[in-house]
């Protein structure tokens, strides 16, 4: 069965370059990874006190459940200020409680990111890294992802059109699905 990922974007803007990388990336899975996109933007702000019996808010809860019946995670996010965007590690508290039912442990997981800066996320991304090994999934080291966006790169349904991006895309793509697979319970 084609694994599913659960594809956390780390923006909320509508015309985001992050959501439309990673739909690009999507297109590119077919048949090989199924994307599930999942919602943060209603996540409320991390409050322990939220926590009623052991149930989050309505958001967290679907959002948790999202996260149980996924085989992996991909973060597509921009970069904040040399960091990783506030929704995002909101989303990452969220995830990692209940203590002891954290959504997080030993998912298969990959990071990547776009900006209109030529160092295309990566000061953001060596957090996000260590984050990811903290709340305990297993990150994809190589290859590395950061994109310097270009607007010409990608057609409005989410082609890429660009034939050197498309196979940097399309490499990143075959290396998570390797990775996936190679974490798979058997
Ligand atoms: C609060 C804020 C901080 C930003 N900090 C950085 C930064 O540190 N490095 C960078 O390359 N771009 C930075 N940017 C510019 C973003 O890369 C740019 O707005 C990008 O389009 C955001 O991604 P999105 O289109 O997916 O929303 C920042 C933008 C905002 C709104």
């Not at 943060?40 to 809860?61: C, F, M, R, S, T």
């Not at 995670?73 to 990783?84: G, I, Q, S, W």
């Not at 903290?134 to 080291?141: C, D, Q």
């Not at 590395?144 to 989410?158: P, R, S, T, V």
Request: include cysteine.
């Amino acid at each position: 069965m084609t694994p599913t990922v659960a594809v956390l974007v780390g923006s909320l803007r509508a015309g985001s370059i992050n959501r439309t990388l990673a739909h690009a990336l999507g297109k590119l899975a077919e048949g090989t990874l199924a994307f599930d996109f999942v919602e943060i933007g209603d996540l409320p702000h991390y409050n322990d006190d939220l926590w009623q019996d052991g149930k989050g808010p309505a958001p967290v809860e679907r959002f948790k459940a999202q996260l149980a019946r996924a085989d992996a995670v991909l973060l597509v996010t921009p970069e904040y200020n040399r960091a990783v965007p506030g929704v995002l590690c909101n989303a990452f508290d969220w995830g990692s409680r209940p203590y002891g039912r954290s959504s997080w442990d030993n998912k298969p997981a990959a990071c990547c990111g776009a900006s209109p800066g030529a160092i295309g996320t990566a000061a953001a991304q060596v957090h996000l890294k260590a984050q990811m090994v903290t709340l305990g999934m297993v990150p994809m080291g190589k290859p590395e992802f950061y994109l310097a966006f270009k607007a010409d790169q990608f057609a409005a349904d989410g082609r890429v059109t660009d034939d050197s991006t498309r196979g940097f895309l399309q490499g990143f793509v075959n290396a998570f699905a390797a990775h996936v697979e190679r974490l798979r319970p058997h």
